[in-house]
């Protein structure tokens, strides 16, 4: 019991899109997946927040008894701050395993998390947030430190943020993805330009998903080629700005249980801000233009377990 049941041929699948219990009164062998949240972006031509960690489990050994679930909620985008970053969000956990949330989006400026959101560690498997932009440019977020796989279990996320620009372009970098790093802010071909590193693809649903998508960079004055595309996986899309038309790039769609969000054209004080990563994909928060310095959230995570009907 526990989460919403469903089938395919040959499978039971319980989906946690919130936090709850599985219980198996039986001794089962499962295959699972889990996502943590993904990274808030940042504010004031912030970078795209990482896509959360994804673990996947196969033929894993699951004796009988109820186990807590938790659903890793997104970090929240920066509001507000031109001189800080987006925030972490939380893991997803089962039977102590838990899946990393992706780092915020780095922020212009002088105040923290400029450089890609909170630094990876050796404590910090999720990936790097994509830099905000500064003179000279900036570094994106610092891989995550990958878990050490098991025979059952297995962790593929760890990739690094994208580099911020300085003059004179002045662009974000984009948001790690589960299996992909952010791409820069700089000028790019094709055009990736800030974009958001991809997920990783999953089939336990019976349909192949990203999870994990990273948000796209904010940007200032985009070049022809720009992007801001949130990676595959539910990542955000980002914005640029000031300007009447204020472009903004698309949220990740049809590739991700639930789309990521684009960013919404506006003028201060009345609209406009970077794009939500998708709920219950990992997917990263957009990073914001120089309008609100509004960045998207994180999605929250997801966990789904699976076994033989």
């Known amino acids: 019991t526990g989460g919403a049941i469903s089938f395919t041929a040959t499978k039971t699948i319980h989906t946690f899109t919130n936090s709850g219990t ?5 001794a089962l062998t499962v295959d699972f997946l889990m996502v943590g949240g993904g990274g808030g972006g940042g504010g004031d031509n912030g970078g795209g927040g990482a896509g959360g960690e994804v673990v996947i489990g196969t033929n894993y ?3 009988a008894s109820p186990r807590a679930v938790v659903v890793g909620s997104g970090g929240r985008g920066q509001k507000s701050n031109n001189n800080a970053g987006g925030e972490t969000g939380s893991s997803t956990t089962f039977n102590s395993l838990f899946a990393r949330s992706g780092s915020g989006g780095g922020a212009a400026g002088s105040g923290g998390g400029k450089s890609g959101g909170p630094a990876a560690s050796s404590s910090s498997h999720g990936g790097g947030g994509g830099s905000g932009v500064n003179t000279p440019s900036l570094p994106g977020g610092s891989n995550g430190t990958a878990q050490s796989p098991t025979p059952t279990v297995t962790y593929p996320s760890g990739y690094g943020g994208g580099n911020g620009t300085g003059p004179a372009h002045f662009n974000a970098g984009g948001g790690a993805g589960a299996g992909q790093n952010g791409n820069p802010g700089a000028p790019t071909s ?4 800030g974009q958001g590193g ?6 336990i649903l019976g349909t192949s998903y990203y999870w ?3 948000g796209g960079g904010g940007q200032f004055t985009p070049p022809a080629n720009s992007s801001m595309q949130g990676g595959r996986g539910g990542g955000g899309g980002g914005k640029t700005g000031p300007g009447a038309s204020e472009p903004f790039g698309n949220g990740d769609s049809g590739n991700a249980l639930f789309n990521g969000n684009p960013g919404e ?4 004080p009345g609209g406009g801000h970077a794009g939500p990563g998708g709920q ?6 957009g990073g914001d233009g120089r309008t609100r310095y509004v960045g998207g959230k994180g999605g ?3 966990f789904i377990i699976a076994y033989d009907t």
Do not use: C, M, R, Y
Not at 22 to 26: C, Y
Not at 265 to 268: K, S, V
């Open 280 to 285: 219950n994909t990992g997917g990263g928060g």
């Open 61 to 63: 050994p699951l004796p």
């Open 212 to 214: 994990g998508g990273g």
């Open 265 to 268: 054209p506006g003028l201060a």
């Open 198 to 203: 991809d997920g990783v693809q999953n089939s």
């Open 190 to 193: 094709p055009n990736k330009a």
């Open 22 to 26: 599985f219980h198996n009164p039986e």
């Open 300 to 302: 929250s995570g997801i």
